[in-house]
T-cell receptor, first 115, second 108 residues
Framework: EPEVTQTPSHQVTQMGQEVILRCVPISNHLYFYWYRQILGQKVEFLVSFYNNEISEKSEIFDDQFSVERPDGSNFTLKIRSTKLEDSAMYFC?????????????FGQGTRLTVV | AQRVTQPEKLLSVFKGAPVELKCNYSYSGSPELFWYVQYSRQRLQLLLRHISRESIKGFTADLNKGETSFHLKKPFAQEEDSAMYYCALSTRDDKIIFGKGTRLHILP
């Protein structure tokens, strides 16, 4: 069964450092997403991406965040200058919206710990 | 406002007893509703969606538009059902809004 893969599974970084979280979506999917889940809280939408541009972003997705699809397979989330409150589980997801199926396939997540 | 509410953070149920995980939503339009499950140390995965009206692993969920609810039910709980369950709503613009999740703990 195809799956979305995320690397690394756990990233520890110092406050102020840049981090890049990587995702490989399912190959024929067209829509890509990043979500995050702060410990003990709900999963929150960050950004959706289609046709090489952001289609929607939440208020959480400020100038510190950026996304990129550099090579047609990877989908990355960059946090320019991490803050303690960026510590969370980050989930990548993808789906093929041209079908009636609206299911999004999620990766296993990257746990980001900012110290 | 678009919102998904799961009122219970933790639900403990004895093995063999019925399970009901509550979910209420707020959405102006026709919602697409889902239940996602996250087993320990695994990825979030889709359990079921209201449009398919299917039963997965013995779980069912009926969309009640009058009560704006999409409760997840199973008549007889099994130990392997212990997991985190998220109710989710898909909006017209492809955003997925999750509830806070309910941890289901099946007692032996």
């Amino acid at each position: 069964e195809p799956e979305v893969t995320q690397t690394p599974s756990h990233q520890v970084t110092q406050m102020g450092q840049e981090v890049i979280l990587r995702c490989v979506p399912i190959s024929n999917h067209l829509y890509f997403y990043w979500y995050r889940q702060i410990l003990g809280q709900k999963v929150e939408f960050l950004v959706s991406f289609y046709n090489n541009e952001i289609s929607e972003k939440s208020e959480i997705f400020d100038d510190q965040f950026s996304v990129e699809r550099p090579d047609g397979s990877n989908f990355t989330l960059k946090i320019r200058s991490t803050k303690l409150e960026d510590s969370a589980m980050y989930f990548c997801a993808s789906n093929h919206r041209l079908q009636a199926d609206t299911e999004a396939f999620f990766g296993q997540g990257t746990r980001l710990t900012v110290v | 406002a678009q919102r998904v509410t799961q009122p219970e953070k933790l639900l403990s149920v004895f093995k063999g007893a019925p399970v009901e995980l509550k979910c209420n939503y707020s959405y102006s339009g026709s919602p697409e509703l889902f239940w996602y499950v996250q087993y320990s140390r695994q990825r979030l995965q889709l359990l079921l969606r209201h449009i398919s009206r299917e039963s997965i692993k013995g779980f069912t969920a009926d969309l009640n538009k009058g009560e704006t609810s999409f409760h997840l039910k199973k008549p007889f709980a099994q130990e392997e059902d212990s997991a985190m369950y998220y109710c989710a709503l898909s909006t017209r613009d492809d955003k997925i809004i999750f509830g806070k999740g309910t941890r289901l703990h099946i007692l032996p």
